[in-house]
């Protein structure tokens, strides 16, 4: 079952691996990400950050839905944490039980706006949040589990 989607461009960091994994009950996390994969300084950073219990599996995009659609991650309760909102919507359509994203944090860039302390968009990623709203996908934004829930359509 999947508890959450979460968009972090830190991916797994010290309030993502404790209060999140806490707060949600996870057993599992799921760093769905085509550069980490490879990339095995960040993989260690990564794994430092686990909260012990909790088993953590990092996968390409491909790979991760795939894991998704064949049902070997049922069993689990499963925290998924992308880099980028684009990665996000590529889950999330390509499965339909996903049905909330967390937006956690994506840093400034150029042709980006900021649409709170920690969420910037480009208008691309704005359109494909609206559509992904229009379809019934809850988009909150928060850092936080005790923060106050924002939903992304009302900042949009």
Known sequence: MIKLLRVDHRLLHGQVAFAWT???????????NDAVVDDEIRKT????AKPPGVK????????????????????????????????????TLSYPEI??????????????????????????EEEMLKDLIKNGIEVEI????????LLAKNVL
């Open 56 to 91: 953590l599996v990092i996968k390409n995009i491909e790979d991760s839905i795939k894991a998704l659609q064949s049902g070997v991650t049922d069993k689990y309760k499963l925290f998924i944490i992308v880099e980028s909102i684009e990665d996000a919507v590529k889950l």
């Open 142 to 149: 928060r850092r936080v589990p005790n923060d106050k829930k």
């Open 45 to 48: 950073t990564i794994k430092l």
């Open 22 to 32: 806490n707060t949600l009950g996870v057993d599992c996390i799921l760093i769905a």
């Open 99 to 124: 049905k909330k994203i967390n937006l956690g944090g994506v840093k400034p860039r150029e042709g980006t706006r900021q649409i709170s302390k920690v969420m910037n968009v480009s208008q691309e």
